[in-house]
Every structure is written in C-alpha cells, then in structure tokens.
C-alpha cells in the first residue's frame, strides 16, 4: 500500500513537499513516480526515481522546481515542490513501478497511492 501525504493550500510562490509512505520490505527494488490530476482532465506524469535513487527524471512543466528524492530505509518518496504555480494545483497520486528503474508511463506503474490534494492560490 502507499500512503500518500503533504498536501495542501498554498499560496502561488511557496513550497510544499509530499511523501508517499509505502509498506512492505523490497521498496528500494521499485522505482516510484508522482502524477497529477488537475479536475477535469488526465492524470500526467510528474517525476520519477530508480529503485536506488540514483536516477531521476522531471516533467518539463515541474523541471527546475521540483525534486524527487528517497529514503530506503523509512521506505518513503518526497517531491519537494518550489515556486508553485496556480496550475500546479491537482491531485498527486504516488506510484510504485514494476521494476526498479524510473518509469514515465501510467501502465508501467503497478501500484496507486490514494492521491493528495495540492491547491495554489494566485
């Protein structure tokens, strides 16, 4: 299971970071991504980290703000949001891939977080 948290209302300049806590003990064997869903349209790739965390990858709408980290050992991703924008406001969903690489496709994600509410504030 993952367990999705972080998120809130925030005004358009400020930070936020959300965590996705996972259960089991291979998290470190899969690689996690972050997606959004703004109300009303599809659910897009946000950014993506090996199994290891020595590989990342960034959309181009969160590229340079963003950073997706990890730590094995508390078996939880962050994506540490900065300078956010009125369109970043969606729902993050956290997701564990099938492999350990990093993953930009919904179908190669094998396993959803509830989602998490990000609101930005103009």
């Known amino acids: 299971q993952l367990q999705a948290s972080g998120g809130g209302l925030v005004q358009a300049g400020e930070s936020l970071r959300l965590s996705c806590a996972a259960s089991g003990r291979t998290f470190s064997l899969y690689g996690m991504g972050w997606f959004r869903q703004a109300p009303g349209k599809e659910r897009l790739f946000v950014a993506a980290?090996?199994?290891?965390?020595?590989?990342?990858y960034y959309s181009d709408s969160v590229k340079g703000r963003s950073t997706i980290s990890r730590d094995n050992a508390k078996n939880t991703v962050y994506l540490q949001m900065n300078s956010l924008k009125p369109e970043d406001k969606a729902v993050y969903y956290c997701?564990?891939?099938?492999?350990?690489?990093?993953?930009?496709?919904?179908?190669?994600?094998?396993?959803w977080g509830q989602g998490t509410q990000v609101t930005v504030s103009s």
């Open positions: 997701a564990a891939g099938y492999g350990n690489s990093y993953y930009v496709h919904q179908n190669e994600y094998r396993y």
């Open positions: 980290i090996s199994g290891s965390g020595g590989r990342t």
